[in-house]
């Protein structure tokens, strides 16, 4: 099992290659940035948006706008902060003009979001909006009919909680949603008490059989690699706490 600093390093790295990532040729020459994620790389709770939008796009971190700001909120009111958290968004780069994700963007982009789930292993989950309900849950089922009801899914290899809510960038023009998602953000401490869903059996590779002789041969040519160093400027960037 991987260690805090390992899983941290690994999904510094995972950023490093989001950044630089060509899989859709119409949002990697309109963006500005790649707007991988921010928060706590240990968070016990997630929280998994649509896209990135303008000042997202700008600043290269989630949730920056007013949308974010309101989550902001909503968090404080549950005794949370940014920093307790981890957000991240279904595409990394910004749809032009703002549109709504196309379906080859999100299989191109989910790659990189189950790898953060597999290494930040949130408890929880929160989709927000109907782009990332329906794709961590692998259903069209809308997030009007789903908002509020936890259910223990696997995620990648995790099973995690998830728990649907509105977009908070909805809550924002209709005080009936915002009503909403304030008693369904009231009910997140309950589930973060719950115990952990279990986790399910991976399969252990059998190690592998050297050679007769060459086993001597590969010790006597290798040398222990060197640890790999973690540039603290893209930590930063990052937005780990």
């Known amino acids: 099992m991987a260690t805090k600093e390992e899983r941290r390093a690994e999904l510094t790295a995972v950023f490093r290659e989001a ?5 859709c040729p119409e949002l990697a020459s309109t963006r500005a940035q790649v707007v991988f994620g921010a928060g706590n790389a240990d968070a016990d709770l997630m929280f998994v948006g649509e896209a990135p939008g303008a000042r997202e796009d700008e600043q290269g971190l989630p949730f ?13 009111e549950i005794r949370l902060s940014r920093e307790d958290v981890f957000i991240c968004n279904v595409l990394k780069c910004r749809p032009p003009g703002n549109r709504d994700p196309l379906p080859a963007e999100i299989e191109n982009c989910s790659d990189y979001l189950m790898r953060q789930v597999e290494l930040i292993e949130p408890r929880v989950i929160c989709t927000l909006g109907n782009f990332s309900t329906k794709l961590l849950r692998g259903e069209p089922v809308g997030i009007s009919r789903l908002h509020g009801q936890a259910e ?6 995790r099973a995690v909680r998830l728990y649907p809510l509105f977009h908070p960038a909805a809550a924002l023009y209709t005080r009936a949603l915002l009503d909403t998602l304030r008693a369904d953000f009231a009910r997140l401490p309950g589930l973060l008490e719950l ?10 590779p059998e190690p592998a059989v050297p050679e007769p002789g060459l086993a001597a ?3 006597l040519a290798s040398e222990p690699e060197p640890e790999p160093e973690v540039d603290v ?8 706490f």
């Not at 920056?64 to 404080?76: D, I, N, R, T, Y």
């Open 19 to 23: 950044r630089g990532c060509l899989r």
């Open 64 to 76: 920056v706008g007013a949308a974010g700001k309101l989550l902001g909120e909503l968090l404080s």
């Open 152 to 157: 223990i899914r696997i995620i990648g290899d």
């Open 195 to 204: 115990a952990p869903p279990e986790q399910p059996v991976r399969a252990v």
């Open 217 to 219: 041969i590969r010790d």
């Open 233 to 240: 400027s893209d930590e930063r960037q990052l937005g780990l």
